[in-house]
Nanobody, 124 residues
């Protein structure tokens, strides 16, 4: 079972930046697509960004394109989400996710396992 540990969340003013990190256990990290999802209070968990196992393909929700960047370092078993030009609507708990084998999860149904989540709060 892959263990995921997120870090980097916090409180930031609108227009600011944060970088989230997700460290994964296991020796087959590069074999799996990874992603970030988020869930605001009272709302469903939704896709934010995804990256293939090798890092050559990335995917983004329309709401974050041009502002967020997903990347990974397979030598460190870590995936990152660089968030810039943050808006109050970006406030949510952000979850790291391992995709099912062979895909990059862009929906919750394609997620193999989840991290515990990290809170991101953007103030106006």
């Amino acid at each position: 079972q892959v263990q995921l540990v997120e870090s980097g969340g916090g409180l930031v003013q609108a227009g600011g930046s944060l970088r989230l990190s997700c460290a994964a256990s296991g020796r087959t990290f590069s074999a799996y697509g990874m992603g970030w999802f988020r869930q605001a209070p009272g709302k469903e968990r939704t896709f934010v960004a995804g990256i293939s196992g090798s890092g050559d393909r990335t995917y983004y929700a329309d709401s974050v394109k041009g502002r967020f960047t997903i990347s990974r370092d397979n030598a460190k078993n870590t995936v990152y989400l660089q968030m810039s030009s943050l808006k109050t609507v970006d406030t949510a708990v952000y979850y790291c996710a391992v995709s099912l084998r062979g895909v990059v999860a862009t929906t919750t149904g394609l997620v193999r396992s989840w991290g515990q989540g990290t809170q991101v709060t953007v103030s106006s």
